[in-house]
């Protein structure tokens, strides 16, 4: 099994900036991918951003292009997704996934076969 623990999550004012982890435990893959996804209330959960864990290939979502960098420490297992210049419109629940077949270039939630308990994102106007 995998496990999958984001942190990092919280309360910010529009403008600023978050740091989100999710480390990753369990069984490894050779060729994998992380993603983040996020879920506002009463929308559907959205690509955000993913990279793959063996070349650092990134993809991400156009409205997060240029604000937020998703990136990997491989000696800890560990992905982050820097979020800058924040937006009320990106507050929603982070979740951290992984899709063991290594498909970056695949957006949709039904990718990814782990997925963490997700981190609260809140963005004040």
């Known amino acids: 099994q995998v496990q999958l623990v984001e942190s990092g999550g919280g309360l910010v004012q529009a403008g600023g900036s978050l740091r989100l982890s999710c480390a990753r435990a369990g069984r490894t893959f050779s060729a994998y991918v992380m993603g983040w996804f996020r879920q506002a209330p009463g929308k559907e959960r959205e690509f955000v951003a993913a990279i793959s864990w063996s070349g650092g290939s990134t993809n991400y979502a156009d409205s997060v292009k240029g604000r937020f960098t998703i990136s990997r420490d491989v000696a800890k297992d560990t992905v982050f997704l820097q979020m800058n210049s924040l937006k009320p419109e990106d507050t929603a629940v982070y979740y951290c996934?992984?899709?063991?077949?290594?498909?970056?270039?695949?957006?949709?939630?039904?990718?990814?076969?782990?997925w963490g308990q997700g981190t609260p994102v809140t963005v004040s106007s």
């Open positions: 996934a992984l899709d063991p077949d290594g498909r970056i270039w695949f957006r949709s939630p039904r990718t990814y076969d782990y």
